[in-house]
């Protein structure tokens, strides 16, 4: 469900926001443990953070999530990714999760602003963005406007270089009519569809119990011109699916060819749901690895000061 255009998301109901929250909490039980979640401030938010960080060293990894879901997604890669510095995956305010907007942050400038503060709440130097469809056009408005907090940006499946089409659509309602089947069934369906994340129980319950108890404020981001493509100028790793129904092989290497620093790689899967999780983890660790920046003197902020 949407709410009214230029509002924020809202609960239908107490009595679904604690339903959804029992779903949550079932769905974090997958993160890798111990992990800490503390809420960040800003002018028009609450904003709630996961950070998983056993050790301190390098630049925060900032995993910002695609429109409708939350922080849970990335419980398959937040363990992997710790390799290469401590792990803030950031629930964003207007979705089913239990971050709050007080006012729209869909516009760009608003969305600039309030990750702007975000980010300068969790550490004092560069973050790596890593983003995930509708997170991947959080990621790369952020490069365009407010460039300095950020050391890189990997982009999965991203939202913002193609226009939705009717291929999306359909994949999208087939998946979400897939869930509902026995489970025989699901996984056959996962594998036509190319799409793993339909078997996950938890966060499938999560998702319902979200788009049936939430009115999200609409996320429909414009695609970005090649001329704001060029404006990106940190690191780019372009990752999408074989199969996606968002974002074809092709049309990334088109748009990732206006990127002054970009790497397009294409592996198995479809849009948010791939194949080979240790596979992508490993690219991404690599990318991240060797873009380090200047991580001497970084203070990690958060409930550990």
């Given at each position: 469900m949407l709410a009214p255009k230029a509002e924020p998301g809202t609960w239908v109901s107490d009595a679904a926001r604690d339903k959804f929250m029992a779903a949550y909490d079932r769905a974090f039980d997958l993160w890798p443990q111990p992990y800490?979640?503390?809420?960040?401030e800003t002018a028009t938010t609450t904003t709630r953070v996961h950070a998983y960080r056993p050790q301190a060293d390098g630049r925060p990894i900032v995993l910002l999530m695609g429109a409708?879901?939350?922080?849970?997604?990335w419980y398959l890669h937040a363990a992997a990714l710790a390799q290469a510095g401590p792990v803030f995956a950031i629930d964003t305010p207007g979705d089913p999760n239990p971050s709050t907007a007080r006012a729209p942050i869909t516009a760009p400038e608003a969305s600039a602003a309030w990750l702007d503060e975000v980010l300068a709440q969790l550490s004092d130097g560069p973050a790596h963005?890593?983003?995930?469809?509708?997170?991947?056009?959080?990621?790369?408005?952020?490069?365009?406007?407010?460039?300095?907090?950020?050391?890189?940006?990997?982009?999965?499946?991203?939202a913002g270089l193609t226009k939705l089409d009717a291929r999306f659509w359909w994949w999208l309602t087939i998946s979400g009519l897939a869930t509902k089947t026995p489970m025989p069934l699901r996984r056959r369906?996962?594998?036509?569809?190319?799409?793993?994340?339909?078997?996950e129980r938890e966060l499938l319950d999560l998702m319902w119990a979200g788009s049936r108890g939430f009115r999200m404020e609409p996320k429909f981001p414009a695609v970005l011109t090649d001329d704001q493509l060029r404006q990106i100028t940190v690191p780019v790793l372009l990752i999408t699916g074989a199969r996606s129904a968002l974002i074809t092989p092709a049309q990334a290497r088109t748009?990732?060819?206006a990127l002054p620093d970009a790497e397009v790689v294409i592996v198995p899967g479809s849009h948010g749901g791939f194949d080979r999780v240790?596979?992508?983890?490993?690219?991404?660790?690599?990318?991240?690895?060797?873009?380090?920046?200047d991580s001497a003197g970084v203070h990690l902020r958060g409930t550990a000061d």
């Amino acid at each position: 469900m949407l709410a009214p255009k230029a509002e924020p998301g809202t609960w239908v109901s107490d009595a679904a926001r604690d339903k959804f929250m029992a779903a949550y909490d079932r769905a974090f039980d997958l993160w890798p443990q111990p992990y800490e979640e503390f809420d960040v401030e800003t002018a028009t938010t609450t904003t709630r953070v996961h950070a998983y960080r056993p050790q301190a060293d390098g630049r925060p990894i900032v995993l910002l999530m695609g429109a409708g879901f939350n922080a849970s997604y990335w419980y398959l890669h937040a363990a992997a990714l710790a390799q290469a510095g401590p792990v803030f995956a950031i629930d964003t305010p207007g979705d089913p999760n239990p971050s709050t907007a007080r006012a729209p942050i869909t516009a760009p400038e608003a969305s600039a602003a309030w990750l702007d503060e975000v980010l300068a709440q969790l550490s004092d130097g560069p973050a790596h963005l890593v983003g995930v469809s509708y997170g991947g056009w959080i990621a790369m408005n952020q490069a365009i406007r407010a460039p300095a907090p950020i050391a890189s940006i990997t982009l999965l499946d991203p939202a913002g270089l193609t226009k939705l089409d009717a291929r999306f659509w359909w994949w999208l309602t087939i998946s979400g009519l897939a869930t509902k089947t026995p489970m025989p069934l699901r996984r056959r369906l996962a594998r036509w569809l190319d799409s793993p994340f339909m078997l996950e129980r938890e966060l499938l319950d999560l998702m319902w119990a979200g788009s049936r108890g939430f009115r999200m404020e609409p996320k429909f981001p414009a695609v970005l011109t090649d001329d704001q493509l060029r404006q990106i100028t940190v690191p780019v790793l372009l990752i999408t699916g074989a199969r996606s129904a968002l974002i074809t092989p092709a049309q990334a290497r088109t748009r990732g060819a206006a990127l002054p620093d970009a790497e397009v790689v294409i592996v198995p899967g479809s849009h948010g749901g791939f194949d080979r999780v240790d596979e992508l983890n490993r690219i991404m660790v690599a990318f991240i690895a060797a873009h380090p920046a200047d991580s001497a003197g970084v203070h990690l902020r958060g409930t550990a000061d």
